[in-house]
C-alpha cells in the first residue's frame, strides 16, 4: 500500500505542473505526440484533444515484437483556463491486470489549487486513497501543503511541507516533515540563496540521519559576464567518507535556448574530470526564447526538461538526445499540431 501511495504522489507531482499551463485559447499549436527511446525500450504518446480541447486523452505505448503495445490511458478533464479538474490513469499490468488512479483537482476563486484527492483501484479492490490541502499567502505563494492517507474516510496525516519566501518573492526554504507516532517530525530541508541580481547562487540540501540533520547535497550556480548560467556544481555527501561530485555545463543557441549539456563527475576534489554523458536540444524555428529549465529541475539535478512536465504547446522543443561515455545513447521526439479553428476557439 505505501508503495502504491509513493507511486501515486510521483504522478502527483508531475502532473501539478502540467496543471499550471497557460490558456489553451492562446495555443496556435499543441503537443501531438513523443516517442522516445530509453535503456527500458521504445516508448509513443499520443495526444488526443476533443471537445474543444477541454478533453484530452494520452495513450502510452510500448514497442513489443515490433508492434505497439497500450501501456498506460491517461484522461484529463480542464476547465475554462486549462486547468486539470480531474485525471482517470489506467495502467495495464502482467497478467491482465489494470490498476487505475483517479484524481481530483479543486481550485479557489483565485485559480489556486487548494486541493487534490486520488483514488486507487486494481482488479481486486480499492488500494488505497489520499487527499493533499494546499495553502497560500496574500502574495499567492505556496506556504504550506498536507498529505493525507484517508483510511474509511479518516484523514491520516502522512507528510507536510513549508515554504518561507523573502521579501522579493524567491522561495528561500521548504522543509519537510512526516507524521510519526502522533506528531510532525522534520525529514529533510533545501535552502536557496542569491546574488544581489536575483540569481540563484546555492542550494543546499539536509537530510535527517538517524537523530541529527546532516548536510546532504549542494547545488551551485556559476555565470558569465553576460549573466547566463555557464555551469552548475552538483555535490551529494552520501557519508562521512563518500562524496558524489558532478558539473554541468551549458551551451545556447542565439535565441537563449540551452542545445547542449555536458556532464562531468569530478575526481579528487575536482581536479580530475570524467566525461559522463552529453544531452542536445533540437528546437523548430518558431520556438521562443526562453529556457526550458523548470521546476524538475529542483527535483533532479540532472533533468533539465522532463517530457512528461511539458504543458501542451507551452514551447516548441523538437527532440532532446542523450548520449552516454559507454556509447549508450536515448532520445526524445517531439511532434506538433495545429489547433483548428482558433477563432470559434477564442470566442468561447
Not at 507516532?181 to 540521519?209: A, F, I, P
Request: glycine content about 6%; hydrophobic content about 30%.
Amino acid at each position: 500500500m505505501r508503495v502504491f501511495l509513493r507511486g501515486t504522489m510521483m504522478l502527483l507531482c508531475i502532473y501539478a505542473i502540467c496543471a499550471d499551463a497557460q490558456k489553451y485559447q492562446d495555443y496556435t499549436e499543441r503537443l501531438d505526440s513523443i516517442v522516445q527511446m530509453s535503456v527500458e525500450g521504445k516508448r509513443k504518446t499520443v495526444f488526443d484533444y476533443q471537445m474543444d480541447s477541454l478533453y484530452v486523452t494520452e495513450k502510452i505505448y510500448k514497442a513489443m515484437h515490433k508492434d505497439w503495445q497500450l501501456c498506460q490511458i491517461k484522461v484529463r478533464h480542464l476547465n475554462e483556463i486549462g486547468k486539470t479538474t480531474h485525471l482517470d490513469i489506467s495502467t495495464m499490468l502482467e497478467g491482465g491486470e489494470v490498476e487505475r488512479v483517479f484524481v481530483d483537482f479543486i481550485y479557489d476563486a483565485q485559480g489556486r489549487n487548494v486541493e487534490t484527492t486520488w483514488m486507487g483501484k486494481n482488479n481486486r479492490q480499492y488500494e488505497e486513497k489520499g487527499k493533499r490541502e494546499f495553502f497560500y499567502d496574500d502574495h499567492d505563494n505556496l506556504i504550506q501543503y498536507t498529505t493525507y492517507d484517508v483510511y474509511d474516510s479518516i484523514p491520516l496525516p502522512v507528510s507536510g511541507t513549508i515554504f518561507k519566501y523573502a521579501i522579493n518573492g524567491k522561495m528561500i526554504s521548504r522543509i519537510n516533515n512526516i507524521w510519526r507516532n502522533g506528531s510532525w517530525e522534520l525529514s529533510n530541508s533545501r535552502e536557496w540563496t542569491y546574488d544581489e541580481k536575483g540569481r540563484t547562487q546555492c542550494m543546499t540540501e539536509w537530510m535527517k540521519r538517524g537523530k541529527t540533520l546532516r548536510l546532504h547535497g549542494k547545488l551551485e550556480y556559476n555565470y558569465n559576464s553576460q549573466g547566463v548560467l555557464k555551469d552548475v556544481t552538483y555535490r551529494r555527501e552520501w557519508s562521512d567518507s563518500a562524496r558524489d561530485v558532478r558539473k554541468i555545463l551549458f551551451l545556447y543557441d542565439s535565441k537563449g535556448n540551452p542545445v547542449r549539456e555536458k556532464h562531468y563527475t569530478l575526481r579528487k576534489d575536482g581536479r580530475e574530470k570524467e566525461f559522463s554523458h552529453t544531452i542536445k536540444y533540437r528546437y523548430y524555428k518558431t520556438a521562443p526564447g526562453t529556457s526550458i529549465m523548470g521546476d524538475a529541475y529542483w527535483e533532479d539535478p540532472y533533468v533539465i526538461c522532463n517530457s512528461e512536465a511539458i504543458p501542451h504547446g507551452e514551447y516548441k522543443l523538437k527532440e532532446k538526445d542523450t548520449i552516454y561515455s559507454i556509447g549508450l545513447q536515448e532520445w526524445s521526439k517531439y511532434y506538433y499540431s495545429p489547433i483548428k479553428d482558433i477563432e470559434r476557439l477564442n470566442q468561447q
